[in-house]
């Protein structure tokens, strides 16, 4: 029996995580925990919000509705792991638990980073075309989009989790990160993964740069639509709609362009696990945020469910 308890602990890995028990580290502590409810509660909200009121059963909401719920599922994936070792002193993850970490968070950027990229076509097709915007977002377009975003994911998530837990790894077995991160569990790898990790690299560059040039590509059309526009309060309306989605690119793209397309010279782990906690934890906190109170459909959505609620309190 003891034979057995130590083999499954000789298969885990420790999780060295971002905070110690000082007393700053928990002041931060309490507060990636406010922001994580905030972004529990908030997506959770959005996804309501955009399924009870028909007036958001548009494509753009549809697709943001799609972001909200891989936003839910990404802070969903590490941050609970977190806190659990850090409340109760256990810094330990079995050999499932990490690989399904890895597979789920390659998964969830993927498909957001491409479905982002796939939202500034949208907005471009909105402004440009107006006219011709049911057919050309239909419902079957706008699964087709969503679809694609999240097969795309699934199979990148699914091939790096395979690969990566394939690797043998030998020593303490202790991952610099509060998560499996998978740059950071290769350095424990006890052969050479170089080759690998340049296939990595090459497929973070592709899978940024992919929906990257979408969006710069669609936005560029955008202005220049605008620019065309004869009335300058169409124009600014125009440009408030993809206000939003701006906000929400340069701040996923941002983090991601940081912690993945820098030189590995470049790369120090506590910079790394820092920027993690803005990617994993503040985005999908910022996302509803944005979307919601610089929305006048999402805003007149929860007063007219906020409303509800009153009156129904009252009978």
């Known amino acids: 029996m003891e034979i057995q308890s130590n083999q ?42 955009i399924y009870i009121d028909p007036r958001l059963h548009t494509p753009m909401y549809f697709f943001l509705s799609q972001l909200s719920l891989m936003d839910l599922m990404l802070v ?25 970490q890895i597979g789920l968070f390659v998964c969830l950027v993927g498909s957001e980073g491409l479905l982002l990229g796939l939202m500034a076509y949208d907005r471009y097709v909105a402004i440009s075309h107006p006219l011709h915007y049911p057919v050309l977002m239909s419902q079957r377009v706008c699964l087709q989009i969503v679809g694609s975003s999240w097969a795309f994911g699934i199979i990148d998530g699914v091939i790096q989790m395979v690969v990566v837990m394939t690797f043998p790894y030998c020593g303490l077995r202790e991952v610099n990160h509060f998560f499996c991160e998978m740059l950071s569990l290769l350095k424990l790898a006890c052969i050479d993964t170089s080759i690998f990790e340049n296939v990595i690299y090459a497929c973070c560059v592709f899978m940024l740069f992919l929906p990257f040039s979408i969006i710069v590509a669609s936005y560029a059309r955008i202005l220049r639509a605008v620019l065309r526009m004869r009335s300058a309060q169409a124009g600014k309306k125009a440009l408030a709609t993809c206000s939003s989605h701006l906000t929400a690119v340069s701040l996923f793209y941002g983090a991601a362009m940081f912690i993945y397309l820098r030189p590995q010279r470049y790369r120090a782990p506590s910079h790394d696990k820092v920027v993690s906690i803005f990617y994993t934890v503040l985005t999908p906190m910022l996302n509803p945020l944005i979307y919601s109170l610089r929305n006048r459909e999402v805003m007149g959505a929860l007063r007219k469910g906020l409303d509800h609620c009153r009156i129904g309190s009252q009978h």
Do not use: E, W
């Open 8 to 49: 499954s602990s000789t298969d885990d890995f420790i999780l060295l995580g971002i905070f110690s028990h000082s007393p700053t580290d928990l002041v931060l502590f309490s507060l990636v925990m406010v922001v994580f409810t905030v972004a529990l509660c908030g997506n959770v909200l959005l996804l309501f919000l």
């Open 76 to 100: 969903c994936t590490n941050v609970p792991k977190m806190v659990v070792n850090f409340l109760s002193g256990r810094k330990s993850i079995s050999f499932v638990g990490c690989g399904i």
